[in-house]
């Protein structure tokens, strides 16, 4: 295979360099960081069923020994990502 020629009759290297910082630059960048999607709904209240219909939600909480000891009440959705409250021990009605 012959070698890859510029335009200029060089060897091209300046191609092949121009060529890199291109495909570098496309490269698309992750900074771990979700963007947020979903519809703000913690107007409705503590609720424990998402209105797309998931009981699944993204919760920020800490441990201690192994168990639960607290968590914010604002969480996401898992399937559709809006933004809801989620209830805790004082809004269970009897």
Not at 24 to 51: A, K, M, N, W
Request: glycine share 10%; with cysteine; proline share 5%.
């Amino acid at each position: 295979m012959g070698a890859l020629k510029g335009r200029d009759g060089s060897n091209g290297t300046v191609y092949r360099l121009l060529r890199l910082l291109t495909l570098q630059s496309l490269r698309h960048r992750y900074d771990g960081i979700p963007e947020p999607f979903g519809t703000d709904l913690r107007q409705l209240g503590p609720i424990h069923v998402c209105p797309c219909g998931s009981q699944v939600f993204n919760v920020m909480c800490t441990f201690e020994d192994y168990e639960l000891v607290w968590y914010f009440l604002d969480a996401t959705c898992v399937s559709c990502g809006n933004l809801v409250t989620v209830p805790c021990s004082v809004d269970k009605t009897a």
